[in-house]
Antibody, heavy 116, light 107 residues
Framework: QVQLVQSGAEVKKSGASVKVSCKAS????????IHWVRQAPGQRLEWMGW????????KYSQKFQGRVTISRDTSASTVYMELSSLRSEDTAVYYC?????????WGQGTLVTVSS | SYVLTQPPSVSVAPGKTARITCGGN??????VHWYQQKPGQAPVVVIY???DRPSGIPERFSGSNSGNTATLTISRVEDGDEADYYC??????????FGGGTKLTVL
């Protein structure tokens, strides 16, 4: 069965970086694009960007351009999302999700807490 | 950037019909997806490409999209349908956009 399993919760200081992983299983990894979506406490879902797991090309939301890097390791069927220059407003649950025309499978979410 | 507008909350009695709207400029020309999110859980797609239902989603969930409004309709509402619902589209640059979410309360 298809699964996206994310890395565990993180606590970071303002100005630091965080790297969250998303390991895919149950399908051919390079077939589908993976997106990252975040959700601050009590807030809406917010799209951050995607990676074509086959070619490795990426597209980012303008809001995060310059601060976010999405990468993948095809040998490990894993996608990574790194967010730099963290600030308190980046405290959120970060999700990876598979794009099969719609977001059909989601990771369990990773809580990133940014403290000053 | 493209903006999707949802009512913050909708309330409905059990067994009745809930309609959740998603407004956007000429949204009828885009494909709309709807996600259900329960507290502490990841979202789940309940309607994709305006009106298609994934396997496992009850027939009580349906969708429509025309003009400037897309609608998620939940018939014969049950207690278990209480959740936040989000609409989502691609904008003209290929970015994904979510609505602000609607909290469905079952009275």
């Amino acid at each position: 069965q298809v699964q996206l399993v994310q890395s565990g919760a993180e606590v970071k200081k303002s100005g630091a970086s965080v790297k969250v992983s998303c390991k895919a299983s149950g399908y051919t990894f390079t077939t589908y694009v993976i997106h990252w979506v975040r959700q601050a406490p009590g807030q809406r879902l917010e799209w951050m960007g995607w990676i074509n797991t086959g070619y490795g090309n990426t597209k980012y939301s303008q809001k995060f351009q310059g601060r976010v890097t999405i990468s993948r390791d095809t040998s490990a069927s894993t996608v990574y999302m790194e967010l730099s220059s963290l600030r308190s407003e980046d405290t959120a649950v970060y999700y990876c999700t598979r794009d099969r025309g719609t977001f059909d499978y989601w990771g369990q979410g990773t809580l990133v807490t940014v403290s000053s | 950037s493209y903006v999707l507008t949802q009512p913050p909350s909708v309330s409905v009695a059990p067994g009745k019909t809930a309609r959740i709207t998603c407004g956007g400029n000429d949204i009828g020309s885009k494909s709309v997806h709807w996600y259900q999110q329960k507290p502490g859980q990841a979202p789940v797609v309940v309607i994709y490409l305006d009106r298609d239902r994934p396997s496992g989603i009850p027939e009580r969930f349906s969708g429509s999209n025309s003009g400037n409004t897309a609608t998620l309709t939940i018939s014969r509402v049950e207690d278990g349908d209480e959740a936040d619902y989000y609409c989502q589209v691609w904008d003209s640059s290929g970015d994904r956009v979510f609505g602000g979410g609607t909290k469905l309360t079952v009275l």
